[in-house]
């Protein structure tokens, strides 16, 4: 070798074996390095005996869904480019066309986007169900359907549902079936600690790693674990053949939040629930929505099934103010920042009209709705910017 090009391409250099510390390496790739032709031919990536490709796999991408994989209670983990990326992941995993998806009328917004286009458009039906009553979601399976998606709590309503009932419901309708109807939670709240999706019978969990295992708005990536091996192949396989995959510095940025997820989920619990409550006792306030909030929909159930809560609550106004003084509402508001997402380090909030999204549900409130979530600023702090808001708006109203 005489070309410097070559020389610094090709060094002989090997740093030695060995290096520990906390961080696990950030390993970067699409070409990865076979030893001989017999190990490009035989090298399987789906069994993380080794590697093939970037986009099957590098020690950092297996260190976080190992990761993942535990905090949830799963065996198996795929990691996703973001949330919603999961979300459709699992619905291109396990529907054919002739197959029919139920979907909780309280669900994720982009779920059901993805389904009344995309998933139409590739013949295949979808339909909505009450979360809240396991009756009707029994009554909407037909023998076409194939996979129900349950959210707990629903993403800007918080109605808790009741998830062993709901399953139960699948298992009953699975009986002497041969294609099963899978079940998928939509788990980004309970971010695996709120409570164990698997210990509650559901197939799948899908989570937005975005939310509580980041922790710093400022990375987008979504995860699909399963306990069952042949699931997980076939989301595997789903995956590989669609070419998602996560790059290693985002998956960094992941890793680099677990350590403190179970100190940020208790934190941003406690000041949540001490906010919520305190909204309760506000005048002009209708309503409180917090699962933990006696009165709240599912309260029994999120009290039977889990051990903690989210950073996200939902307040219902009095009809008496206009959405025009709602939207100002959230205007006025100082540390609580307009934006989408959660779980990172700023509180945020943004206004809803309910009944636009709903469709097989009936939203018994009239007067407007906002979803706040709590970030780690100090509480007392975060009240005081609430109370200067609502001041404002009652002194208007
Ligand atoms: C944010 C969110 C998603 C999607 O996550 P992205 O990474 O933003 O695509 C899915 N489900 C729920 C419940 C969410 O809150």
Request: proline letters at 6%; aromatic letters at 8%; glycine letters at 8%.
């Amino acid at each position: 070798m005489t070309d410097l090009s070559t020389q610094l391409i090709h060094h002989a250099y090997r740093a030695p074996d060995g290096f520990d510390a906390v961080a696990p390496g950030v390993h970067k790739a699409s070409t990865v390095f076979f030893p001989n032709v017999k190990a490009l031919r035989t090298q399987d990536w789906k069994d993380k005996s080794g590697y093939t490709y970037g986009l099957h796999g590098t020690p950092t991408t297996f260190i976080l869904e190992e990761r993942i994989a535990t905090i949830e209670g799963g065996r198996y983990c795929v990691l996703a480019p973001s949330g919603l990326s999961a979300v459709s992941l699992v619905d291109m995993a396990f529907l054919r066309q002739g197959d029919e998806l139920l979907i909780p009328d309280n669900a994720y917004g982009p779920n059901k986007a993805f389904a009344s286009v995309e998933l139409k458009a590739w013949g295949i039906e979808h339909r909505y169900y009450d979360p809240m009553d396991p009756a009707d979601l029994a009554a909407k399976i037909t023998p076409a359907t194939r996979l129900v998606w349950i959210e707990a709590p629903g993403s800007i309503t918080l109605e808790f549902p009741d998830i062993p009932a709901l399953v139960a419901v699948i298992r009953r309708a699975n009986e002497g079936r041969s294609r099963p109807i899978i079940s998928a939670l939509d788990n980004t709240w309970g971010a695996g600690l709120a409570f164990g999706a698997f210990e509650l019978g559901v197939d799948v969990s899908m989570q937005a790693l975005t939310k509580y295992p980041s922790g710093g708005a400022d990375v987008l990536m979504g995860s699909v674990v399963t306990a069952d091996e042949d699931l997980h192949r076939q989301v595997l396989l789903t995956h590989m053949r669609l070419g998602l995959g996560v790059g290693a510095n985002d998956a960094e940025l992941v890793l680099r939040g677990l350590p403190t997820l179970t100190l940020r989920y208790q934190a941003q619990d406690a000041a949540t629930r001490e906010l919520a409550t305190w909204m309760q006792t506000q005048p002009g306030v209708a309503q409180v929505l917090h699962p933990a909030l006696a009165g709240s929909p599912g309260h029994e159930a999120w009290r039977r099934d889990a051990r903690a809560a989210a950073c996200l609550f939902s307040v219902v106004f009095e009809e008496r103010f206009s959405q025009a003084q709602v939207d100002a509402f959230c205007d006025r508001l100082q540390l609580f920042r307009l934006g989408w997402s959660w779980a990172g380090p700023i509180s945020l909030c943004a206004p809803y009209d309910v009944p636009a999204i709903r469709s097989a549900t009936r939203w018994p409130h009239k007067g407007g709705l906002v979803r706040f979530a709590v970030g780690l600023e100090g509480e007392e702090d975060l009240k005081a910017d609430l109370a200067q808001a609502l001041s404002t708006m009652r002194s208007d109203g």
